[in-house]
């Protein structure tokens, strides 16, 4: 199973960016994928997790900011964050628990920048 993350990128504070990431494999079941992040000198958390039945938790600090959505027959995840702040910088990665067979395996995307800067 690989995950593709996209989006990111240089936003002006006050702006809005879109995350996606898709799950591509064979004979798997995503039972929660969302996205984490990590800033400079910062443990990884998480933002925004989405599970497959729909239900969503977020960080309280993107709360009201961000909305966390998904196609399920697409595999495919998404984030669009609002009212981007400079705290909201970091390389931000796509996380999935999957489900293969019997085996739980939580897997990563690559990172992806997001700079919230003037």
């Known amino acids: 199973v690989q995950l593709q993350a996209s989006g990111g990128g240089l936003v002006q504070p006050g702006g809005s960016l879109r995350l996606s990431c898709a799950a591509s494999?064979?004979?798997?079941?995503?039972?929660?994928m969302g996205w984490y992040r990590q800033a400079p000198g910062a443990q990884r958390e998480l933002v925004a997790r989405?599970?497959?039945?729909?239900?969503?938790n977020y960080a309280d600090s993107v709360k009201g900011r961000a909305t966390i959505s998904r196609d399920n027959a697409k595999n495919t995840v998404y984030l669009q964050m609002n009212s981007l702040k400079p705290e909201d910088t970091a390389v931000y990665y796509c996380?999935?628990?999957?489900?293969?067979?019997?085996?739980?395996?939580?897997?990563w995307g690559q990172g992806t920048q997001v700079t919230v800067s003037s």
């Open positions: 996380g999935a628990l999957i489900r293969v067979r019997t085996n739980y395996s939580h897997y």
């Open positions: 989405i599970t497959s039945g729909g239900g969503a």
């Open positions: 494999g064979s004979a798997f079941s995503i039972v929660h």
